[in-house]
C-alpha cells in the first residue's frame, strides 16, 4: 500500500507559507510603526538629544520685550498687538524663581515686584525645532512682598523636542508689561 504524501506535503507547505507571511507581516508592521513614531518625535534621522541635567535657581531677567509672540487676549483691544508693541514698564522687575523638569513634568514660577497687582500671567516655552508651549492669562496671587504667578506644572510631553528651551515670562497690566527670560534643558 502506498500512502499518498503529496496532500500531507502541501498542507504542511502551506503551513510553512503562511507563518512566514505572517511573520514577516510583523516584522514589516513593527518597522512602519518604528519610523512613524520616530518621525513623529523627532528623532529621526537621530537628532541631538541634550544629556546635561539643568535645573537651575539663579535669576536671570530681561526686559527687552519678544516680537513675535502676541499679548493675552483681554490685552489685545479691537487689533492683534504683538508683544513689541505694548510699553515695558520700567519700575516693574519679572523673575522666574523656579523651572525645572522633574518626575514627568516642567516646573513653573514667576515673582512681580514693584508692580500693580490685576494683571495677567502667560508664559512661553519656545525652541527653534519645535512648536511653542504656551501658558496664557492665567491669574496671579498678590502677597506682601509681591505678585506670585501661579506655579505651573507641565507634563514634560507638551514637549515634542528634547534639549534646550527658553521659557519667556511675560506679566501685563495697564497696558504695559514686564518679563523675564531663562533657559531649560528637557530630556
Known amino acids: 500500500m502506498k500512502i499518498n504524501t503529496t496532500k500531507s506535503r502541501s498542507r504542511k507547505d502551506k503551513r510553512t507559507k503562511k507563518t512566514v507571511l505572517l511573520v514577516l507581516g510583523i516584522i514589516i508592521f513593527l518597522a ?85 497687582a490685576g494683571g495677567k500671567c502667560s508664559v512661553i516655552f519656545s525652541n527653534s525645532n519645535s512648536r511653542p508651549v504656551v501658558i496664557e492669562s492665567f491669574d496671579p496671587v498678590t502677597s506682601g512682598t509681591g505678585i506670585t504667578c501661579s506655579p505651573a506644572e507641565l507634563s514634560e510631553q507638551e514637549f515634542s523636542y528634547l534639549g534646550s528651551w527658553t521659557a519667556v515670562f511675560r506679566y501685563y497690566i495697564n497696558n504695559t508689561q514686564v518679563t523675564a527670560e531663562r533657559s531649560i534643558t528637557i530630556q
Open 32 to 116: 512602519l510603526a518604528y519610523s512613524v513614531t520616530s518621525y513623529a518625535l523627532k528623532i529621526w534621522p537621530f537628532s541631538d538629544q541634550v544629556t546635561e541635567s539643568q535645573s537651575t535657581t539663579d535669576n536671570d531677567t530681561e526686559t527687552t520685550p519678544v516680537d513675535t509672540e502676541t499679548a493675552p487676549e483681554s490685552d489685545k483691544g479691537e487689533s492683534s498687538t504683538t508683544t513689541d508693541q505694548i510699553p515695558v514698564d520700567t519700575t516693574a522687575v519679572a523673575t522666574i524663581s523656579t523651572l525645572y523638569q522633574a518626575d514627568g513634568y516642567v516646573y513653573f514660577k514667576a515673582d512681580v515686584t514693584n508692580a500693580a
